[in-house]
């Protein structure tokens, strides 16, 4: 996986190689300048934490409450388990992948002023139905989403994610419960969703659960997104909004600040 920029693209299908060789990749390791790093239990939430505004170069990332209570906001989370154990609040998001994006559990609100600003020193994702919400990108300027890598969508967990273009048009997919493994019972615990099909997409191999599904309304535009939110609803009988996201890929349009201002370009991908 890349982090910064790529010029190459694993796992994604051979009709994308075009426009992967603009991508720009975040994936949490750092902020969108591409030189601030990000640390475990890190507020990067304006509602939660406006003080420190973490994002706001390319895209702006928020959240919203959907249950009726409410998470403690979108919070970096640091998944190598080299790095957590064995003082984790969470073993299931131990997916060594680096920082990820959770919904913080109202249940651990103990926070930290670091030099990062303000950190949850507890980080653990939202379980509770009654609080669960969204993780919310808004792109300063439109773009083409190519993928999302969801983590630890098992159990009840489940999630929702909608595209809307620049004329208020949606693409939805619908990702079931058990589309991943559960990391303390097999050796993944995450899996990447092609946000450019309307295929039907495969659960990780060895989990239990369904085909990821697409539906769009006429006349949606992917090459004009500007904003994707990121629903952690759960599903199944006992729905649990827990989970995590991972390296979101995308590529601006043609002329935008990404390509003409900020020099992207010009840096090397590197593996994490």
Do not use: C
């Amino acid at each position: 996986m890349w982090n910064r920029v790529s010029w190459t693209l694993a796992g994604l299908s051979s009709a994308l190689v075009a426009s992967a060789s603009h991508a720009v990749v975040l994936d949490f390791e750092f902020e969108d300048d591409f030189v601030t790093p990000l640390v475990n239990g890190q507020i990067i939430d304006p509602f939660f934490d406006a003080v420190d505004l973490e994002f706001g170069n390319l895209v702006s990332i928020s959240s919203r409450t959907i249950g009726s209570d409410g998470h403690l906001g979108v919070t970096v989370f640091d998944s190598d388990a080299a790095d957590q154990l064995p003082n984790t609040q969470d073993p299931d998001l131990l997916v060594n992948r680096g920082n990820i994006l959770i919904l913080q559990n109202d249940g651990s609100s103990a926070t930290s002023n670091g030099v990062n600003g303000l950190q949850y020193d507890f980080p653990n994702d939202e379980k509770d139905f009654n609080d669960r919400g969204a993780i919310v990108f808004d792109f300063l300027n439109p773009v083409e989403l190519l993928s999302i890598d969801m983590v630890d969508i098992n159990g009840s967990a489940g999630a929702t994610l909608t595209l809307t273009d620049a004329d208020n048009r949606t693409r939805t997919y619908t990702v079931p419960e058990q589309w991943t493994t559960d990391v303390t019972n097999d050796p993944v615990g995450w899996q990447t969703l092609d946000l450019t099909t309307l295929l039907p997409q495969a659960s990780e191999p060895n989990a239990a659960g369904g085909d990821a599904t697409a539906v769009e309304d006429a006349g949606f535009d992917p090459l004009q997104v500007v904003k994707l939110d990121v629903a952690m609803t759960g599903s199944g009988r006992h729905p649990s909004p827990s989970g995590a996201i991972d390296t979101l890929v995308f590529v601006p349009e043609p002329g935008s600040a990404v390509l003409a201002g900020l020099g992207l370009l010009t840096l090397a991908g590197r593996r994490r």
